[in-house]
C-alpha cells in the first residue's frame, strides 16, 4: 500500500501557520481544526517545520506562560520527515516510529501536497488487514 492511496481517502489539505505567528495564534488554530499539529510554512508550500501540541507543552514547560507570545518558529521542530505519495506504508511506518515522529508531510516535486498522521496510518493498516480478514474468509468459505 502506498501513501496515495491514505491521502485519497482522507483528502489532501494540510494546515499550515506562518513561522512568525504567535504560539496563541496556533493553539487557536489547533482547536478550531481539531488536529494536533500543523506544518510551518512562510509559504503554503515549503516546510520549515512542524509545531505540535507536544511543542507547545515542552515550550511552556521550559519557559512557563510566555511562550504563548513567542513565534511559532521558536518551538517548532525544525527537522522534518517527509514522504513521497509512492512511498510504501510501510517504510513510513518505519520512519515514523524511529525519528519519533506521528505527522509526515507528503511531498510531490518537492512540493507539500499532503500529510499523514500515526493516526492515518494505523487506520490505513487496520483497513487494509481487516480487506484480507474478508479475502481469505471468503475464499475459505467458497
Known sequence: MKIASILASKGDYVATIAPNATVSELLALLAEKGIGAVVVSSDG???NGIASERDV??????????ALDAPVSQIMTKVTTTCEMDSPVEEIMVAMTQNRVRHVPVLEDGKMVGIVSIGDIVKARIDHLEDERKSLLSYITS
Do not use: D, E, F, Q
Open 57 to 66: 507543552a515542552r515550550s511552556l514547560a521550559s519557559i512557563g506562560a510566555t
Open 45 to 47: 508550500v515549503l516546510i
